[in-house]
């Protein structure tokens, strides 16, 4: 069966620190990969897909850069963190041919 | 423009009552359409979906929800709640194929209440 994993779970970082969020995919291979953002009350903003290795698309300018250096792997980057870029960040795939999504467990990102 | 609308904010409900939550969405072709629960702190699990066929689709937890194109809505039901239920709902929209068009336009989400 196939699973998605998130790390870290929670984080706090000050304002202008770097950030690196992981998602890995096991059980199924060339999955499409997500990252999503949620704050409180605004709902689910896609900030990021990507269709294969090294295909990134962006859904939102902004501070975030995103990246997928193995098949079933997702990292969400930022060079500088700012206070809006506090919340909850999901990261989800799907198949190929269905858009039926699987979410991770989320990390909690803290910006003081 | 490619929209879901979930117009209840939070709904409360007593314990062992009915439940309806509105989703409407705005779609140029043929949609796929989703609900998902969310617990405090986690990720979203699919309670079901609606691809073609049966316009009355059941979900996990004893949920359902009817797929009516008249009215561009596919409202989740379920008959009695438990106090489990309470969490937030999504609604989403999304094309038929998958790849690059395979992205999922949320609702805002309706957060549930139960009460004892």
């Known amino acids: 069966s196939q699973t998605i994993h998130q790390w870290p779970a929670t984080l706090v970082q000050p304002v202008g620190s770097p950030l690196s969020l992981e998602c890995t995919v096991e059980?199924?291979?060339?999955?499409?990969l997500y990252w999503y953002r949620q704050a409180a009350g605004r709902g689910l903003q896609l900030l990021f897909y990507s269709v294969g290795i090294g295909q990134i698309s962006s859904e939102v300018p902004q501070n975030l850069s995103a990246s997928r250096p193995q098949d079933r792997q997702f990292i969400l980057s930022s060079k500088k963190l700012l206070l809006s870029d506090s919340g909850f960040y999901l990261c989800?795939?799907?198949?190929?041919?269905?858009?039926?999504?699987?979410f991770g467990p989320g990390t909690r990102l803290t910006v003081l | 423009a490619q929209s879901v609308t979930q117009p209840d904010i939070h709904i409360t409900v007593s314990e062992g009552a009915s439940l309806e939550l509105r989703c409407n969405y705005s779609?140029?072709?043929?949609?796929?359409l989703f609900w998902y629960v969310q617990s405090p702190g986690q990720g979203l699990q699919l309670l079901l979906k609606y691809f073609s066929g049966d316009t009355l689709v059941q979900g996990i937890k004893g949920f359902e929800a009817e797929f009516k194109r008249s009215q561009s809505s596919f409202n989740l039901r379920k008959p009695s709640v438990h106090w489990s239920d309470a969490a937030e709902y999504f609604c989403a929209v999304g094309a038929q194929r998958g790849g690059s068009q395979g992205n999922l336009i949320f609702g805002k989400g309706t957060k549930l209440s139960v009460k004892p």
């Open positions: 779609y140029g072709a043929t949609p796929y």
């Open positions: 059980g199924t291979s060339n999955p499409n």
């Open positions: 989800a795939w799907s198949g190929v041919r269905e858009n039926e999504q699987f």
